[in-house]
């Protein structure tokens, strides 16, 4: 479930900073294809039982790392419309989630991040950032499934966004409802990842990347709440806790800890650690680990730097409810910035 929610989140934060796209509606299927939301939510609880992988939800951090990581793979959903300004990537995922697929569109949330490479250009997913996605077989049974009942009506865009939030749903979250009509990019290119917001990125950084994207500093707190899902690599977080240098925002205890896991020599090759202890549920631990200062990436402990984000991280971190509300809203307002031009009929390549 994780890597669906991080498809979606990948798709969007790759997302290009122009295009408004077209105006999208809640009842867009509702007579060409009712069943297609139905069609979705099965075929990811399904994976889920199957491969429990793909319940860490959304890396939205590095990867979409919305940022916000897997955000329960949101991670997914965040790439597809962000991308990484600097080039660098460090090795972050929230546990391969169809969120990270949903934010890796650097076109906006056009699907592009599901593209296969071919010749001599190679695809989004196949970029430096997007190494760890794996699950894109389910967005392709569901898309499958769908064309059998609806040819050429639903687009994968739509169905990443519907199955980021059956992700979520999945792993504990809200539900919302997912506003549709979404169209499917007809390019694709690894070079487009550079854009995604880095975990290296301080509140500056951060208020820059998501405000070209129309994005407010309320959705930057909320959206980052997705770190509360998935896994990172110790090259994410390495550079904070380097005994020559350790970063003073982070506790002490937790960077030893980390070193531990991390050891500049024989360290074993996947090595890292979860974003948090409840890393496959959807809750608001991560925001009490930031004012513990044990946030993971540099970015996260950044919320404390400015007052606004300051201020709505202890909000969440005292309410669940609080928190739910306005990830939902945020991320409805991310995954609402399209740049498609088709309906493909096969989400791997273009019509």
């Not at 309410?319 to 009929?345: D, L, P």
Request: aromatic fraction near 8%; charge should be positive; include cysteine.
């Amino acid at each position: 479930m994780a890597f669906v929610a991080a498809l979606f989140l990948s798709s969007l934060l790759t997302l290009s900073v122009s295009s408004p796209g077209h105006a999208l509606s809640l009842n867009y299927y509702d007579k060409t294809c009712p069943d297609a939301e139905m069609i979705v939510a099965n075929t990811v609880k399904t994976a889920t039982s199957r491969d429990k992988t793909i319940k860490l939800l959304f890396d939205l951090t590095e990867k979409s790392q919305v940022w916000m990581s897997a955000f329960v793979d949101i991670h997914l959903n965040f790439d597809v419309c962000f991308g990484h300004p600097n080039g660098e990537h460090p090795d972050v995922n929230s546990g391969d989630s169809l969120l990270e697929l949903v934010f890796i569109f650097p076109q906006g949330c056009d699907a592009s991040v599901l593209l296969d490479s071919k010749g001599n250009n190679k695809a989004e997913k196949d970029g430096p950032p997007n190494g760890s996605l794996h699950a894109f077989y389910v967005i392709d049974s569901a898309k499958k499934q769908v064309e059998a009942i609806c040819p050429g009506v639903v687009s994968c865009a739509d169905i990443l966004a519907f199955a980021a939030r059956d992700a979520i749903v999945l792993s504990g979250g809200p539900t919302w409802d997912v506003p549709k009509g979404r169209k499917d990019g007809r390019t694709s290119k690894a070079s487009e990842t550079a854009n995604l917001p880095s975990p290296l990125f301080n509140i500056s950084q951060l208020q820059q990347s998501f405000s070209l994207r129309g994005l407010s500093m309320d959705d930057l707190a909320a959206l980052l709440g997705a770190h509360t899902l998935g896994f990172a690599h110790c090259s994410s977080f390495e550079s904070r806790i380097n005994t020559n240098n350790v970063d003073p925002t982070i506790n002490p205890t937790f960077a030893q800890s980390l070193r531990n896991i991390c050891p500049i020599k024989n360290r074993a090759k996947n090595a890292g650690t979860t974003m948090d202890p409840s890393s496959t549920t959807f809750d608001n631990t991560h925001y009490k680990l930031i004012l513990q200062q044990k946030g993971l990436f540099y970015s996260d402990q950044a919320l404390l730097t400015h007052p606004k984000t300051k201020r709505l991280v202890y909000r969440f971190a005292t309410s669940r409810k609080a928190f739910r509300e306005a990830f939902v809203k945020s991320m409805i307002k991310m995954s609402s910035i399209t740049g498609g031009q088709e309906v493909r009929k096969d989400c791997r390549v273009v019509n």
